[in-house]
């Protein structure tokens, strides 16, 4: 079930976020990225609609999964978007 980010106060929704990005508790990016930047980046994307806050009841858990991912019905494994956190579009504002 998709859960629009505006039912979030700013602070449940950063903390939503952040469990999200701290839930492997690994980085392996090319590049170290600070915590509030990774953030801002899933932010950016869950504002913009290139990524989604969906409950899944079966687990009674939240994720954040890609816009396509959601269109595609693919909630079966509900795939994190860790690798757009961690390896941003060249195109991408930082």
């Given at each position: 079930m998709r859960i629009p980010?505006?039912?979030l106060d700013g602070e449940t929704l950063r903390n939503v976020i952040e469990n999200f990005i701290t839930r492997e508790?690994?980085?392996y990016g090319a590049q170290e990225i600070s915590?509030?930047?990774k953030i801002d980046?899933?932010?950016r994307q869950l504002k913009s609609?290139?990524?989604?806050?969906?409950?899944?009841?079966?687990?009674e858990s939240c994720n954040i999964i890609t816009s396509?991912?959601?269109n595609n019905h693919q909630f079966s494994d509900q795939e994190p978007i860790a690798?757009?956190?961690?390896?941003?579009?060249?195109?991408?504002?930082r």
């Open positions: 980010i505006e039912m508790g690994t980085d915590l509030a930047t980046q899933v932010m609609g290139r990524a989604v806050l969906v409950f899944d009841s079966a687990s396509d991912q959601q690798e757009v956190v961690d390896d941003p579009p060249a195109d991408w504002e």
